[in-house]
């Protein structure tokens, strides 16, 4: 496979500007240094006026104006927006929510990805534009469609999607009698006695069956897996030279974006760095991302200043724009494309930034991705095949984030939750300050948190991935396991590893029902023990954790835990926050095992970042180069950057001295960051 | 009729469950003291497969194995949860909520009480059922359905319903004119010309008119009210020697617990102990219970640790399920049957904890649960017939309940409302802390909680109830009230009785419209005065109470009194909490009256229990037994139960030596309790 | 056009009455000085019993009581609550949401102005009662339908409006390629090849086309113009004598008041003091609509006591009644009609004070009326032909309103938040404080808030209106500016105004794009100046202006300006509330330019009501009578009127002697008004 090419682009709508200006926008890109375009995204109606009449010569021109000015091009297939003909002819085709609310059209992914109809068209087109432009050497690569499960829509309960979600259910499970088993059809009167019974999760009194739902979630993130496949499959037909991507999301879990990424040639991600988002989340995505293929991506979709859709949507100040930029590339970005070229004039998103301001003045936006244009060249020597050093991996699984979104089975753990309100303390100080469009990352993030704190680099990777390249593994939510789960693990353990799991670990099955023996399942012998009994804990109100040398503080889920013979107790719980004991009070809180050649430390308990910093000595693990905080040192290869997320200026000593790559000359111990700089 | 059983069982669902265990579950029930086993709720799909082909040999094996374990049965209709089969044969018996949404198959309660087919097919499993099991020995008693009421599913404003409604109102008005009348429909021009234009109320610009409001909520009542005495008919002819009861459940307040009861032999309720709950709370739904036939109950789902569906939701602590049992004991239980055995291992409800953990283990609650199982047989012996004592007793009105859920006039009696704002202070203390679920006891749990704290005892009545039992009536929300409630009131207190009225009562007529005379309408001559007007004040706006004597702080809903001739007033307004003084300083707050040998007393807004234990020596009443805060002496016939709701020891003196019923040695005055203890 | 009649007088409700009562109704309301009536708002069903079955007897009866006794009569259509039998026969006429729910009939406002059979029968019963009661001189005035608007109940997307809404868009644009064009459907493949494509706005996932949601919005605000004018018409051709009126409501802001204006002879409107309404924001209220036709008013429902809709719903303390009326008379009405007489005691409203309660006792507000009612001869000798003064003018503009209301771009814009939370400070101080059912005023109520402290009076008024009038006007909120704008302010600047733009101005064009050149778009040079860039900001992250002389706050919403030659930088920005620095600092925040000989200052920002108080001056405004906090000084012709919104004893200082009214003897400089006193 080959590597992630190394891009420096910007996404380019011609179609929304007159074609007298086409040149001049493409003169002015070039002298930004960009030499990749985005186009076509959205462009479906264009393309397609009425069904099966197709008009390319807008495109044709475009890319003519764009390959003259010396742009490569990577195009899109439209198909999140179909064109108003088609959803007037099929308007079953638009798609339905939980809430049993029909979409109507006029925005975008108002569709069923099941819909034969708008299945059939939306392959058309594909194939209609890949053969067109499949040979074209100017094109370099192809998206596929747009964000998928943008506007959550993944889950569709349409007309369409109930058989289809029947067959499903018969491929998966063979029998009816191997469902109701499966999913415990007894409880609540719930057995089927014919496939045409079972319908997707809509409105009801109380709520579903959990195997029912888990089963519709795989279903629904499945169906836009093979909606992805089935395009690729046209492109690599008609398109046999091009390269193939699709553009991923901030926290849309909706869907598994492993198997997304298994069909890609390498993914690509939109980083939008809405209000409440912090450096450390950022960089969470970063590595979530390079994790969806364990390679190299592209930020396809780079903010250059205010977006319309954030609760609040403050400006850029200057720097902010390179240094999210080089912050994307030291984690893995091989290619950069700024979203969007000039800010639009009409539509839903005319309030978002662009490198041109609607009135198509140069912003301070264009200066700056000039500025990083000008060092364009050098960078792309330097990182060619260059992936970034990551000393740790976290295992992220998609089912389990399912099976967890639906059963929180406290208000704290809810991902939909509205509320701010911290959820752990030390003293009066909260221990952890979660966005709201970062609950999605509950689980993972205050171990993330701890690692990047240390300037530790942790790819967030499937525990299907490829285990053996990290000699650190996190698992904060491993909330369905299997017996291969635990056997991969175990070996991987047995080789040398050191492996932390948070809870909540192994107590469902793959139809996310209990495992039949107690918590943590198949997961029992390889942890060293099993959770006797759990607790769970209203915000603020935390207990101690008493490792003998040092206390810290817990809260929220509390596993009171039985270490098998030979394992060790790490910690027990101690006090509450308001000086009384809890009933577990001396308990099994943190367990830690030897196996073979590797260890295994169990987390009964959620800590703040706090609580993995102080296990990190254990792990082998220190910080490589000691920051201020939101200063960042992040190792690509032989590269190390510095990322100053602060508005003061800031300074760092690093271990040693280094070679500026731009200056080519050295740089002291002492490094002085400018204020956003790098 | 007979005295409510003395019972101590479990809720067992064997199908849900390999036959090969069913054995050995039952030995453990005996071996933990249980005697009893509740079976088959939701069991519909199990015993009817098909349309009209039944199945029965499972629960007849069931019964085999649990019969020759010497346990006794309890069966439940299946009647919540109709089968996949039926729901897809009639998908018009789903019912749809007020918002106008359909409800679809898959959890539970979502069916239209006046379905025709669903109706008929929910009789006819009743029947075959009652046919099959109703002579059996092993049958000692028949819960109907389970929980009307839950998930809010009393109201359906399907197509069944409309002309049912229809019906209904002809039956009760008679004529069209006289429901225009009722109604008052020449308002917004809502006058009706036919039956046929009345709709349940659906969404709607504006709110809809309260009389039809009321007539409809009390036409939701009784559709599940007669869907309960259709299945208890059926039960008395094919049952007879059977007893029957419904298993009620926390403020589910959309039917009336009253009409329900009494076509039973006893009510149930499940009492569980969500976040937020207090032992006054807990105190309270139990005398709600015995006051719904006022005759003892069962707690026939016994929390036994946490349960899946609060916000929070903790771990019981030791002691706790005990405590829970003997407070329920106390206050009139005569069976305590603990939901469930084993914790599940599918299904929406596999977080709730049982006896046994979803992997069979034994847990702390079996161990506590054992422990009563031991002393079981001296507390039935002694238990047998023996009622709480009560000192009073607090009136509760079903329709004056809908009336003010409908009209709260000010949010702060919002029974809905989501916010925890408390409403009263003095100085800067909060007088009262409703939790969210107990909203719909805004009127009722300060009264009650004044009596609680004093140890004092008060029964939860409806106004029709048998008031000559008591010698002092609260009536905290006697909203509707007509000439017949007057006359009935006025005979008690002359005969003697102490009667306490709170605010807003006598407003309304039986159709949901003001009293053509002054508030409190027919009212007026038994309370000895009118209300000249009314004020509502924002939370945390307190005003004085001046009682000469003492000044305690009232607010929210303010009335100006007229005091009839002969009637003293007991308190006026005086300061606001800034200081200042409300345009109605001095006037009437609270009245009080002499009237035969009773005496009344009016109280014009709303108060803390403070207010109400400072009332409590006019009416006779003085605390029994000085208890600590969340100490609990609670009396049933010559029993005396000392419950400590807290965490820590705690020390209570009696009046008297007492005899400990279990270790049968006298107990000095000095009584020590354990955290939780009893 | 004749002057708006000087009217004292009570809304009536006899058909909800027994008939017996009317007389001594009749009598009642003359003694109290009371006399017009207000009659037949809702009465369809009484006036049409079936389709095209009228009956006018109970009326012809009321008119001849009423005559009797002396009252005047205002009719009303009674066309916002159809007959159950309407909608029974025409169910499709029910309006639909903007969430897809198609109301159900009961209340009021359900019904579509677009439907055809609702349309034919309101305009036939309008015609019905015109050409009955057009030549009945007791009748004076008529009042079309009721509160346009209420219930969020302008905008329909059910069947009937889309294809009616399709027409006017053809109507509007004469090509699609216009319409594609003028929205900018290139924008997510919205092209539209035939015009039923085009739909109302209904649920999608992602936000609709800014260019459809606006001219949905004028579609809808014209649909019911049109409605009304179609009304008018009726009424001009069948009741020439005849005045015609509308009542119009607090902030319903989804349909151009301005146009609905032009067709009435004199705008009426509903003076309801909802909870968290101040004295400043009812002052704001009374000048909106005045400046709706500029000209003198009716408050045609003034409410008396406590309202049963707000979230609490205080009593008024005694002289709250009267005071509201002479706020109301001071701002420029000429009628003031209660609502209502008698408190109802059926039906929705019920809980909503009269001036007779339901048990029809006079109250506290009937002798606050009676009062005014003495004095009413006096107060009309002295009102007749009588506007009050303005000093300045704020324009406000619907079609602005509406393309801000859908993209606020910043939850502290957005008029539908339901927060509370301050948005600007001054150290810890809050600067603002707007409640809820104001956010619709969060451009315009600063301004006026600046004004009213000073007891300087502004109309508010269409920028379409006679701006020759006034020398100084306001523009909160210019948002879509055409060169017309331009041309037409920069005529008014240059003979000698002075105007104050604020942020936000020019920024759409007429179809809610951007402008394809800077902001302000066409008002560039009429401002002296475009904006560079924008920030947003979160609430409570304030930003100092330096005026060099001064420091204020400002915050929200940050534009950068760059001045053309010629203009002067008024203030730059300084540091944010935390001290730092923006990255904006020292750059232009307010403009000042000399434009012929008058002056244009353009805010770049928003601040609190002391920004523009700190302009006044360079305005040539100051305060005449400097009062008080909540003691306002109106000016009406040579009236002037004092109000203390108070509930203290306040004294003001007049600037010269002046006689009083009611006494006829001369008041001193130091007047002392009583609490809510005048």
Redesign the interface.
């Known amino acids: 496979m080959p590597h992630t090419p190394i891009t420096y682009g910007v996404d380019y ?1 011609p ?2 500007w007159p074609e007298t200006r086409w040149a001049e926008d493409a003169r002015l890109m070039r002298e930004a240094g960009l030499h990749v375009v985005r186009l076509a995204e ?5 393309f397609e ?2 069904e099966g009449t197709f008009e390319w010569a807008w495109l044709d021109r475009a890319l003519a104006v764009l390959g003259e000015a010396g742009l490569k091009v990577v195009l899109c297939t ?1 198909t999140p ?5 088609l ?2 002819t099929y308007p079953d085709c638009l ?1 339905v929510d939980e ?12 569709i069923c990805a099941n819909h034969a109809d708008y299945r059939r068209l939306a392959m058309r087109i594909t194939e209609q534009m890949a053969a067109r432009y499949g040979k074209d050497e100017r094109v370099i690569a192809w998206q596929t469609d747009n964000e998928f499960g ?4 993944i889950r569709c309960t349409c007309p369409s999607c109930e058989p289809a979600f029947q067959h499903w259910l018969e491929a998966r499970y063979g029998s009816l009698e191997a469902l109701n088993e499966a ?12 496939w ?4 997707p ?12 739902l888990l089963d519709f979630y795989r279903f629904s993130s499945e169906s836009w897996v093979k909606f992805n496949a089935e395009q690729v499959a046209l492109l690599r037909q008609h398109a046999p030279g091009h390269l193939i991507t699709h553009n991923l999301m901030i926290y849309f879990f909706h869907f598994d974006h492993y198997q997304v990424a298994q069909d890609l040639d390498f993914v690509s991600w939109d980083n939008y760095h809405h ?1 409440g988002a912090q450096p450390v989340t950022v960089a969470a995505n970063h590595d979530l991302i390079w994790g969806a293929k364990e390679k190299n991506f592209w930020v396809i979709e780079q903010q250059v ?2 977006v ?1 859709w954030s ?5 850029f ?2 720097g902010m724009l390179a240094l999210k930029a080089m912050q994307a590339i030291a984690h893995g970005a091989d290619g950069i494309l700024y979203f969007r070229w000039r ?9 978002h930034s662009g490198l041109l ?3 198509a ?1 140069p ?2 936006a264009l200066a700056e991705a000039a500025l990083l244009g000008e060092r364009w060249e050098t960078l792309a020597q330097a990182l060619e095949g260059i992936e970034p050093a990551h000393d740790a991996a976290i295992l992220h699984d998609f089912a389990s984030h399912w099976a967890l979104e639906r ?1 929180p ?4 753990l809810n991902f939909q939750a509205e509320s701010d309100e911290p959820l752990l303390f030390a003293g009066d100080e909260p221990l952890q300050s979660i966005a709201p469009m970062n609950r999605a990352g509950l689980y993972l993030l205050p171990m993330y948190e701890a690692l990047w704190r240390n300037n530790l680099q942790a790819a967030i990777i499937s525990p299907e991935g490829r285990l053996e390249r990290y000699r650190v593994l996190f698992a904060p939510q491993l909330h369905i396991a299997t017996a291969s789960h635990a056997a991969r693990l175990r070996a991987w353990v047995e080789a040398g590893g050191s492996l932390v799991v948070g809870p909540r670990a192994g107590y469902k099955d793959e ?1 996310n ?6 918590q943590p399942g198949p997961l029992a012998e390889l942890l060293g023990g099993t959770v006797r ?6 915000p603020g109100n935390t207990v101690e954790l008493d490792f003998g040398d040092e206390a810290l503080q817990a809260g929220v889920w509390c596993e009171v835990w039985e270490p098998a013979p030979g394992t060790q107790v790490l910690a027990t719980y101690g006090r509450n926050r308001d000086g ?1 004991l ?2 577990y009070a001396g308990q099994a809180a943190v367990l830690y095992r030897r196996l073979g050649k590797g260890q295994v430390i169990t987390l009964g308990t959620m800590g703040g970042w706090q609580l993995i910093e102080y296990l990190l000595p254990q792990l082998g693990l220190s910080a490589p180069i000691v920051t201020p905080m939101n200063v960042e040192a992040v190792r690509r290869g032989p590269l190390l950057f510095l990322l100053n997320h602060t ?1 003061q200026q800031q300074e760092v000593t690093v271990p040693r001295a280094w070679g500026d790559l731009f200056d080519k000359k050295k740089v002291e111990e002492k490094v002085r960051l400018a204020p956003y700089g790098w």
């Open positions: 709508y179609e929304q959205f462009a479906w109606a264009l006026t009425a439209p927006t179909p064109p108003a003909w959803t007037e798609n809430r049993g609310v029909r979409m109507s059209p006029g925005t975008r992914r108002h943008c506007h959550d829509t999913w415990g059809t007894n409880f609540w009167s719930q057995r089927y006695s014919a045409s019974q079972i319908q999760p809509r409105p009801a009194p109380a709520d579903h069956n959990p195997g029912l209000f200043g205010q319309n609760v609040y949507n403050p400006q100040p200057p800010q639009a004039r009409k539509g839903a998103e005319m309030y301001d609607h009135a003045r912003t301070r059963q089975h406290t208000r704290s139809s029902g209990l495992h039949e023996v107690p009994e759990f607790d769970t804990r209203e009384s809890p009933y508005e």
